[in-house]
């Protein structure tokens, strides 16, 4: 009889999996196994450890990601340099923060700072608008027409961008308003 390697056991069971049952798809620990991790990648069908690696990535509503999603996760890892602008503004801060999905980035204006491309995107959607009101006519005090200006936050420069399609995308994402 061939020596079998042990694995880890399955939530809840204080069974050793052999990875012999596994591969094999036999045994009560090889199913608790398969079912376990079928329900953490939202598929209906079992897979078994042998099997992991190999199937296309699944999303978290059980959903295949697909490769051009893949792609554009890899490009939002890039970094790229940027610059945000010192402001005149008495009692601003000096370092800007920028969060996604809960992960902070600090940014010192004045300063090359190299960051995620994530991170620019967030600079970029940053905005503020103000309301400036205007009376057309003097005489007439009781028609008043609000005009928005919206500007962004904080004024930055993309210093270094290595990947050819960052400009087009940042352009992208400032026209969006």
């Known amino acids: 009889m061939a020596k079998q390697k042990k694995a880890a056991s399955p939530v809840g069971s ?5 990875n012999s049952e596994i591969e094999n798809g036999q045994g009560e620990n090889a199913m608790a196994q398969q079912t376990e991790v079928a329900g953490l990648v939202g ?6 450890n042998s099997e992991l690696g190999k199937e296309p990535v699944v999303g ?3 959903e295949k990601v697909k490769p051009k999603d893949l792609d554009m996760e890899a490009f939002m890892a890039e970094t790229v340099t940027i610059r945000i602008e010192p402001t005149a503004v008495e009692g601003e801060n000096a370092v800007v923060v920028l969060s996604v999905n809960g992960v902070n980035q600090p940014v010192l204006r004045g300063k090359p700072t190299t960051v995620k491309r994530k991170y620019l995107e967030c600079l970029a ?3 503020t608008t103000v309301i400036r009101q205007e009376r057309p006519n003097p005489n007439d005090p009781t028609v008043i027409i609000n005009v928005p200006t919206t500007t962004p936050t904080y004024p930055f420069v993309v210093l270094e961008d290595k990947n050819k399609r ?5 352009e992208g994402i400032l026209r969006q308003g």
Do not use: K, M, N, Y
């Open 125 to 127: 959607r940053t905005r």
């Open 166 to 170: 960052g400009a087009a995308w940042l």
């Open 60 to 62: 978290l509503a059980g």
């Open 43 to 48: 598929s209906d069908q079992p897979i078994a």
């Open 14 to 18: 204080d069974q050793p999996i052999v």
